[in-house]
């Protein structure tokens, strides 16, 4: 099973200031064919289902705000929260659904304000 | 607007069983996979188990292979996970999630309905 590894497991920043979670494939999740990577972030607030944030690495889901982005390619990716509001404090999972099944999660990032 | 509603979920002994159910609206429930994902108490998530739109393909963790299966109701709008055999490791949040595919992500999500396995 491909194992996506996410780093830091913990993150403070203050309100105003960028966060950056990373987030790594064992095997590279990029399908050359079309040029895809096949990786996904959520978001979960507490109490709440997960939120889907961005997939194919670096689109945004509909309504998501612009201040969130995501790059990357192959086997390394990031999500970048370019300035961090209070509604952002959650856990943010990255996912991987190339190898499937199964679908593969990361371990999860849990951002707080500093 | 999109919804996803699970139920069925309570306490229950090791060894007993559980149906969770999955009701969909605001959308077109058999153009869909759907997938059940769980999150125990305090930790990530956990892919479980998936069916395709036509229910032809399921595909099942490891860790639940044998003990729990995935059905739709592509007429009532409604996705199922039969679960036997519990186990205290059972207990978790279970989600039902939608994607357009195989090799998609999961767009929505319901609330989720908790299980907990306890004597």
């Known amino acids: 099973d491909i194992v996506m590894t996410q780093s830091p497991d913990s993150l403070a920043v203050s309100l105003g200031e960028r966060a950056t979670i990373n987030c790594r494939s064992s095997?590279?999740?990029?399908?050359?064919?079309?040029?895809?990577?096949?990786l996904a972030w959520y978001q979960q607030k507490p109490g709440q289902p997960p939120k889907l944030l961005i997939y194919?690495?670096?689109t945004r889901e509909s309504g998501v705000p612009d201040r969130f982005s995501g790059s990357g390619s192959g086997t390394d990716f990031t999500l970048t929260i370019s300035s961090l509001q209070a509604e952002d404090v959650a856990v943010y999972y990255c996912q991987q659904y190339y190898y499937t099944p199964p679908y593969t999660f990361g371990q999860g990032t849990k951002l707080e304000i500093k | 607007q999109v919804q996803l509603v699970e139920s069925g979920g309570g306490l229950v002994k090791p060894g007993g069983s559980l149906r969770l159910s999955c009701a969909a609206s605001?959308?077109?429930?058999?153009?869909?996979?759907f997938t059940w994902i769980r999150q125990a108490p305090g930790k990530g998530l956990e892919w479980i188990s998936y069916i395709s739109s036509n229910e032809n393909n399921t595909y099942y963790a490891d860790s639940v292979q044998g003990r729990f299966t995935i059905s739709r109701d592509n007429a009532k709008n409604s996705l199922y996970l039969q679960m036997n055999s519990l186990r205290a490791e059972d207990t978790a949040v279970y989600y039902c999630?939608?994607?357009?595919?195989?090799?998609?992500?999961?767009?929505?999500w319901g609330q989720g309905t908790l299980v907990s396995v306890s004597s």
């Open positions: 605001g959308f077109t429930f058999s153009d869909y996979y």
């Open positions: 999630a939608s994607h357009g595919g195989n090799y998609f992500p999961f767009d929505y």
């Open positions: 095997q590279s999740v990029l399908y050359t064919s079309n040029n895809k990577n096949y």
């Open positions: 194919w690495a670096s």
